[in-house]
């Protein structure tokens, strides 16, 4: 039965009383006032000195005893069929153990793109791996392909799919297919929302418009793709780098799978990023797993650079038409949006979230996957979330410069977050927002700031448990199944187990990526913290009950008038009674105690279902050679509680890095004559430097929001959603001239500042854009 | 341990049929799983192939692999 419970909700001067029904073993949610040793504090990561000094061992860096190496064939073609694999020669090739061919495991003789697999090899060293491959004879059918969402939407464009399958398929409103609902009933239903939304705008005092593309940006994280595979009596364990070891599991598991093994184990104590790429197996992990089966020992089969970034995943690009209506008064009335992005050779997930942040009136939205001959798309950190804001953001200045409005005061006016109302100022604050720049002169430099805002939504949820384990001896270990992929789990849930217990951080051992223990979450939709730390705190709150109980039996003292604080049994509102923790775990008959404790499945009733989040930037733009160089971001963020000051800070900065990284520098690049991709390395695959790092100021605020026990809503994603949009307004606002594309190159801003200079010369024509 | 199905994968959507939603432990995953069957930013995979398209070489979606398709897995194919 659930309980009722006072709580107070909200941030800053903004706290309301709120009664909520909680799980009847749960803990109340933290305080304000609360005397918090841990909780709040920037805790350093407790594997930060292993990850600096290279100790940490990664999936990549794992050598059972045995091992050898898998290496993948890649198709060359830009798109073709595999007509036969001849591997007589390279079977007999030295050192070779095993060779699989994807036809054969995973039913599919298409290689849709350059980068395709074709099939594998395991043998002694990497080279006897690579030798074989080259000594495999495939013969292709080779088709005709496209590489681009422009060419792929061309009349009598290559035909990316097969059978019946076009280039271009709506995704949003998904177009049905097979006996699931009417596409005739939908395009009516479209065509009147157009004919409503367009006579909104139309009706509207002022008009903007303009079509915004992003590129494609791969995950690109240091550790790539892939696991090392060993089958112990026919139990087969994965060191994987994954960032849903649950998931992994089930893959290679499930009675559908490739590999259907009837026990696997996954280990992935550390992961070298994954940003969203790494929630399946991927056929890299099948094969791992099918070729150490194989060969009958150990396998090493991570990708390489080229194959990470040719099919591993990544952001789809987009083009977006957006036309805005504006009333003088700053209110949009309506919006109509018109996208296309490719996800690869499907359709699906290729959507821009352009319509999410503020009000933005009626909304006509339309969006298309386009087919192309290109490596997959994967969800990549906050999925459509920062192409969308870079094309909503450029109208949102587009418009308030329109009807003469600061660009802060009419988001604020088209925006009801409440915390977000608060962030607006504090990033005017610290970036100085009414700060005199040299714009749009004469002068080799110019300075320019813009502004965007993010979104989320995600407090976590339930399935996810944990154990903590109390030993006689006074040693603690909290175990969770799930991953770090670089949200600081493992040091945030030793906080919270030690602040339940009253400990030191250093007293208590975490364990986390490995499937023999509680189940876990995936680290995808910044759902982590606030899944496993509510199950670590309930377990230890649990945990600490039955040790106030033994200490109570033995003392003759009333166990609920016990508490753990500073180490030390107390008696709540007196003090110390002067037992020390390890004293009190000594009166334990057995070993230890063990509470296992399964997260509430609801979050409850609280102060916000979103959290918000604002991002400044200020540029400088160098107007003779097109440079742009980012010299500041503010980012203002919230995620509910902020447990660690220090890891939450990180996920900022994280966020914000790739974000600019994404604004300035990263795209794919495809050779559309011969299908493949250009810059499947690190040498011409460019990514933010420390030397383009700009100063980064992160301000959290602390939300009380009672979700959960422990208050935590997303942080992972959030901060990437802002940054380019922020920084593309920047450069704007510095040239004096709108950038429709990213990343802002320095060809770009040159073409740019001639447009800019040319219009000088006549009157501005297109509305909306400031000239 | 095989899982037969995963939760919440509606009754006539094909086993093989996966997405990262299905992993997301929220406490609206139900909702969350059903919004992807409908999200412009949702990609499907099949098990089978690993790969955006089935092994009949048609796209992986909550529409299309339902029963009728000639990859469908048959009764017997269960292990």
């Keep these: ?771 | 341990m095989a899982m037969q199905k995963p939760e919440l994968l509606p009754e006539d959507v094909c086993p093989c049929l996966r997405t990262k939603t299905m992993l997301l432990n929220t406490e609206y995953r139900r909702s969350a799983f059903e919004d992807a069957f409908t999200a412009d930013t949702a990609f499907f995979h099949c098990l089978k192939t690993m790969a955006y398209h089935g092994p009949d070489g048609d796209d992986v979606c909550p529409d299309g692999c339902r029963p009728g398709r000639a990859c469908y897995p048959q009764p017997d194919e269960v292990t």
């Design chain 1, 1 to 771: 039965m659930p309980k009722e419970i006072q709580i107070k909700v909200g941030f800053g001067d903004q706290f309301r009383d709120l009664t909520v029904r909680i799980q009847d073993d749960d803990v109340k949610p933290w305080q304000p006032g609360d005397r918090l040793s841990l909780i709040g504090q920037s805790t350093p990561r407790v594997d930060a000195v292993a990850k600096v000094t290279g100790t940490a061992n990664y999936s990549y860096d794992q050598k059972p005893k045995g091992m050898i190496y898998g290496k993948i064939l890649r198709s060359p073609h830009g798109n073709a069929d595999i007509v036969s694999i001849d591997i007589d020669k390279a079977k007999k090739m030295p050192g070779v153990r095993a060779i699989l061919t994807t036809p054969e495991i995973f039913e599919d003789e298409s290689a849709r793109y350059a980068g395709a697999e074709v099939a594998a090899v395991a043998a002694d060293t990497e080279m006897q791996a690579e030798a074989a491959l080259r000594a495999i004879e495939v013969e292709y059918d080779i088709k005709p392909h496209c590489v681009t969402v422009e060419d792929a939407r061309k009349e009598g464009a290559p035909q990316v799919g097969r059978g019946e399958q076009v280039n271009v398929a709506r995704i949003s409103p998904r177009q049905r297919r097979g006996r699931r609902g009417s596409n005739s009933d939908m395009d009516e239903r479209l065509a009147r929302q157009e004919a409503a939304v367009g006579k909104v705008i139309q009706d509207s005092d002022v008009v903007v418009e303009g079509e915004f593309s992003t590129q494609v940006q791969t995950h690109a994280p240091l550790e790539t793709h892939g696991s090392v595979c060993s089958w112990e009596d026919g139990r087969l364990i994965c060191w994987a780098s994954s960032q849903a070891t649950f998931g992994f599991r089930n893959e290679l598991t499930s009675n559908w799978g490739g590999v259907r093994a009837k026990s696997c184990q996954i280990l992935s104590e550390y992961v070298g990023g994954g940003f969203g790429s790494k929630f399946s197996a991927g056929r890299e992990g099948v094969l791992g797993a099918l070729l150490a089966k194989e060969a009958g020992v150990p396998v090493h089969l991570l990708l390489d650079r080229s194959g990470e970034q040719l099919s591993a995943g990544n952001r789809p690009d987009s083009v977006q038409q957006m036309k805005m209506g504006v009333n003088k008064d700053g209110v949009i009335q309506g919006t109509r949006i018109r996208s296309w992005g490719t996800p690869g050779t499907g359709t699906g997930g290729a959507g821009a979230h352009n319509d999410g942040i503020y009000n933005i009136g009626e909304v006509d939205k339309i969006e298309y996957g386009v087919r192309t001959n290109t490596g997959g798309a994967e969800a990549h950190r906050a999925p459509g979330w920062p192409q969308g804001a870079f094309a909503l953001e450029q109208m949102m200045d587009m418009a308030a410069d329109e009807i003469g409005m600061d660009r802060v005061e009419f988001r604020k006016k088209n925006d009801e977050h409440p915390i977000r109302k608060v962030e607006y100022d504090i990033a005017k604050d610290r970036i100085k927002w009414n700060r005199s720049l040299t714009r749009n002169g004469g002068a080799e430099t110019c300075q320019g700031l813009g502004i965007a805002s993010n979104l989320w939504f995600s407090a976590g949820g339930g399935g996810a448990s944990a154990l903590v384990r109390i030993t006689k001896d006074g040693q603690v270990e909290v175990r969770n199944g799930a991953q770090d992929i670089g949200t600081g789990t493992r040091t945030v849930m030793g906080m919270v187990v030690a602040e339940e217990l009253g400990l030191e951080m250093n007293q208590v051992a975490t364990r986390i990526g490995n499937t023999d223990d509680p189940q876990g979450p995936a680290s995808g939709g910044s759902t982590t913290i606030g899944t496993v730390t509510p199950a670590a705190r309930l377990a230890a709150y649990h945990a600490k009950k039955e040790l106030m109980e033994i200490v109570a039996d033995r003392k003759g003292w009333d166990a609920s008038e016990l508490d753990l604080k500073d180490q030390e049994v107390w008696r709540i509102g007196e003090g110390s009674t002067g037992m020390t923790f390890e004293s009190a775990c000594a009166l334990m008959d057995d070993d230890a105690i063990e509470v296992l404790k399964g997260r509430p499945r609801r979050n409850y009733e609280g102060f916000s279902d979103t959290n918000a989040g604002v991002q400044a930037a200020h540029v400088e733009v160098n107007q003779a050679t097109g440079a742009v160089k980012v010299l500041k971001v503010v980012a203002v963020a919230d995620a509910g509680k902020i447990l660690n000051p220090l890891t939450s800070e990180s996920q900022v900065r994280g966020g914000v890095i790739q974000g600019v990284s994404f604004a300035l520098f990263e795209r794919r690049i495809m050779d559309r004559q011969k299908g493949r991709m250009l810059n499947d390395d690190f040498e011409n695959y460019k990514i933010l430097g420390s030397m383009d790092c700009p100063e980064i100021d992160v301000v959290l605020l602390d939300v009380y929001n009672g979700k959960s026990n422990t208050q935590v809503m997303g942080l992972g994603e959030p901060p990437i959603v802002a940054t380019a949009a922020a920084v593309a307004n920047a450069v704007s606002d510095a040239l004096g001239v709108r950038m429709y594309d990213l990343p802002i190159t320095p060809k770009k801003v040159l073409e740019a500042i001639a447009k800019r200079d040319a219009a000088k010369e006549v009157p501005a024509q297109k509305k909306g854009e400031r000239l």
